[in-house]
């Protein structure tokens, strides 16, 4: 099935307001791995679509941003921060005349590969690769980073139910080059940038191809600026008072209690009057250092909190404890015939047997890989139950 005519000839017309520089619908250069077309919706209409209804999309929902597998309904999770980065992207790109669809596809599916418990999980996950690089000869594992393992998700997990992703070469560039951790005053595509050779080796080594890339890399920071605030005032760890008055003038000066709402709306403001008729993004200098200030006091006051920062070790142990369990089976070749056969030990074993078939691992992916994608896929409350199951001595009377 092709778009139908009138159809693609509607969208030609609506795109054809775009700035020049804008990836317009009808120009995508497709998918690594092909699908049928479909006769009412764009390629990036279609992958904005397939990420909001896959499965690792909806396990976000029980992922942390920053507070560990919060008890208050209030708190931000990472599918909420995943949404909230799609808003702020099509904002920005319907002010600057860009392709928002393209922009939200890639917001929507910019942290599918993010561990649980948040950064302190990626530190962990990144620690355990080192550790079974130092104890193995071959088959080294690559540094963890979420924006290349997002990647690997989207070009291999599917189920019984779903295939894999296959979104289109634009949206997988945005999603591995989207780095939220880098804050630049300036950002300009790689316009010249070779689509069809981008892989997980470009995560943070490369900037995005397109301008929407640029605008949901920018979003993420934008989103969660003043959110990761406002819930550090809701868990107690501050309150609105902390906020250094510098700060508040050049991001939130209205008198109102509404921090994040007026930090968003500063940012975005003033990054679309700085990049009207432009082929780049860019900040005003007082802007952009009251951003970079603010990124600091987050740091100091937020994500280097005691009671934050004091569950490194409890979260590396989870891990790696876990991490070694599910290696141990894949070497265990009795107990992968019992998996085969329907035979499971535990839940955890069940599950990680459903994973295996479900996963299209290109062969010979080493067995360390293979639990890496699978520990990084776990929810914060599935890997909280795995431990339990699996390490905690269970009555039998």
Do not use: W
């Amino acid at each position: 099935m092709r778009m139908d005519p009138a159809y693609r000839e509607m969208i030609v017309t609506q795109e054809a307001h775009f700035r020049e520089y804008a990836k317009k619908s009808t120009q995508s250069l497709g998918r690594k791995h092909q699908i049928p077309e479909d006769a009412f919706r764009t390629p990036f209409e279609r992958d904005l679509h397939r990420v909001l209804h896959s499965l690792p999309f909806r396990r976000l929902k029980h992922k942390t941003q920053v507070f560990f597998s919060p008890q208050d309904d209030h708190i931000c999770t990472r599918l909420e921060h995943s949404l909230h980065v799609a808003s702020i992207s099509s904002t920005i790109c319907r002010r600057l005349r860009l392709n928002s669809t393209l922009a939200e596809a890639i917001a929507l599916a910019h942290d599918l590969g993010h561990p649980p418990f948040g950064h302190l999980g990626e530190k962990a996950l990144g620690a355990i690769h080192d550790e079974q690089n130092r104890n193995c000869t071959d088959n080294k594992l690559p540094p963890f980073h979420h924006e290349a393992q997002s990647l690997r998700v989207i070009d291999l997990f599917g189920n019984s139910l779903h295939e894999p992703l296959y979104l289109t070469y634009e949206v997988r560039d945005g999603v591995v080059c989207h780095c939220g951790e880098r804050s630049d005053s300036c950002l300009k595509p790689q316009y010249d940038k070779d689509l069809r050779s981008v892989d997980i080796t470009s995560a943070r080594k490369q900037l995005p191809a397109t301008i929407e890339g640029c605008v949901a890399r920018v979003a993420d920071i934008i989103s969660y600026l003043g959110r990761d605030f406002e819930d550090a005032h809701m868990a107690g760890l501050l309150s609105q008072e902390d906020l250094p008055t510098n700060l508040r003038a050049a991001l939130a000066p209205d008198d109102t209690r509404n921090i994040n709402s007026q930090i968003i709306g500063t940012l975005i403001t003033d990054l679309v009057r700085n990049s009207l008729s432009q082929n780049y993004l860019r900040f005003s200098s007082e802007v952009y250092e009251a951003m970079i200030e603010m990124k600091r006091f987050n740091y100091d006051r937020i994500y280097y909190h005691p009671k934050l920062a004091g569950q490194d070790k409890r979260i590396y142990l989870i891990l790696s404890e876990l991490f070694a369990y599910f290696l141990s089976v894949l070497g265990d070749s009795s107990l992968l015939g019992e998996l085969r056969s329907g035979n499971y030990p535990n839940r955890p074993c069940k599950v990680f047997s459903q994973f295996l078939n479900d996963m299209q691992h290109p062969e010979g992916t080493s067995s360390g890989q293979i639990v890496s994608d699978f520990v990084a896929g776990m929810s914060d409350n599935f890997a909280l139950d795995c431990f339990r199951d699996l390490f905690t001595v269970q009555a039998v009377v």
